[in-house]
């Protein structure tokens, strides 16, 4: 086992930011989480919660005292725009004594990232997850309200990953040597379409879900009225109907990092089942 050390966790209230949380504390690690709002984080108690801002990299001086790890996000601010604060971020954490850095992918280049791959003086990983299995959580209030999935592009693939896992190869990278420079793709252990995801939630929550697949025009329709900005639907459009490669092949990160399988989609399911349920 590792010797303990103490990690600052960015993006910790996050879809991916808590499980790097509960993955450090499982592996006997000390965790400090910045947030912009302690009062609301919902943090495990044995975690040091602490207020900050990555637009505003002076704050972050005392939370980054006696850390050895940092984990970072590449968008900041209520409104989630991309960081243009890499280099001082980065030269706060070399001041502390930082020697692990990863950053959670942000879909395509950002400015933060850029800065991170292009230091020299700390071990940084970028971690590249495809679709999350929480996306499913989407489906929700269509299978409780009227047991359907309404979607297009409905034999599109993906290599979905178990958010855990993302949590789970942020936490070695970040206390353990050997993942430095390295960018790593993380998948699940299989491809699916979304009928095979709506058939394992069905067999999860225990009745039938149908799947009705929409035309191209219902789901523009759809994201309009949802008041999805243009740049947003394009993006849906391009990564529903022509899924990139890295999208739908299957990669062992998980498993060369962490010593064990990726975590099935089935697993999610059963362990969300009762989100799907009336």
Known sequence: M??????????????????VVAELLARGHEVRALTRDAAKAGLPAQVEVVEGDLTEPGTLAPALEGVTGLHLITFGGAAFTPLETGPRILETARSAGVRR????HGGGP???????????????TVLMPVEFMANALEWVDGIVASGEVREPFVTRLSAMVHEGDIGAVAAVALTEEGHGRQEYVITGPEVLTVGDKVTTLAAAVGREI????LTEEQALARWRAAYLPEDVIDFLLEAYG?????????????????????????????AHADAFRP
């Open 2 to 19: 590792t010797q303990t050390q103490k990690i600052l966790v960015t993006g910790a209230t996050g879809t991916v930011g808590r499980h």
């Open 242 to 270: 022509n899924t990139p490669e890295v999208g739908r092949t299957v990669s062992d990160a998980v498993e060369k990092v962490t010593g064990r399988p990726a975590r099935t989609f089935a697993q999610w399911a059963a």
């Open 110 to 124: 950002t400015p933060l990232e850029d800065a991170v791959r292009a230091d020299d003086t700390v071990d940084w």
């Open 101 to 104: 850095i990863t950053v959670l």
């Open 210 to 213: 149908a799947l009705v697949e």
